[in-house]
């Protein structure tokens, strides 16, 4: 409950933050963001990349994830227990927002997130896995687009710094009933694997910093 209060002020700070930065400015329009997240390579050994097409009221973006891998104890003592760990191979979908500032939007994101399986230790490649299965994802996601030498000329102009803050819920998974029942030669029981939500701590909110480039 406690991060939960945590990361809605969040959201209400960064919008009240970029109303104030940015009220007095028109959106662009017509430019192109190529960025790419810190949290997949520094915390998921994996890799992001995002592009943005920014229009006068409107962005619309792809992005696509790469070999991520969650260990199964940063998600939640069940998987901890059952010594598994998720190699997410491709977390990729679209996004629409609204420009409610030329730096502050509001996205609609549909989600596709492919998952394999593995015990904790074992040798991760595809014909090695417990399961595989993929689930999606919808959710909204909040942006703060910042160009810190905007009004520089030269190469460092177009440099961007993205901080996100994402909600992004299950809505469906190729798992029966979002569940898989199996023998875990580890804890030597029969065991119930359940699909993981795609954020942290097993819940759907996703807090990250991308960086990049605005041409």
Known sequence: MKTNRTIITGIFA????????????????NRFSLVFGLNQPLVLRGFNVEGNYWMKNWVIDYSHGFNLHADGKAIADEYDRQKVNFKITHSLGLGIGYRFTKSFNLRLEPKLHI??????????????????????TLGLGAYYRWMPFEKKEGF????????SIRYWYKVDSSLPNDQH???????????????????AANTPWIINVSVGYTF
């Open 181 to 199: 029942a199996y023998f875990n030669t580890l804890t030597n029981q029969n065991e119930i694997l359940k699909a993981p939500n795609i954020g």
């Open 115 to 136: 998952y394999e399986t593995y015990y904790e230790g074992q040798d991760q490649s595809s014909a090695t896995s417990l399961v595989n299965f993929h689930t999606v």
């Open 156 to 163: 460092a102009k177009g440099i961007t710094i993205v901080p």
């Open 14 to 29: 960064l919008l009240l933050f970029s109303f104030i930065a940015q009220a007095q400015n028109e959106p662009e329009k």
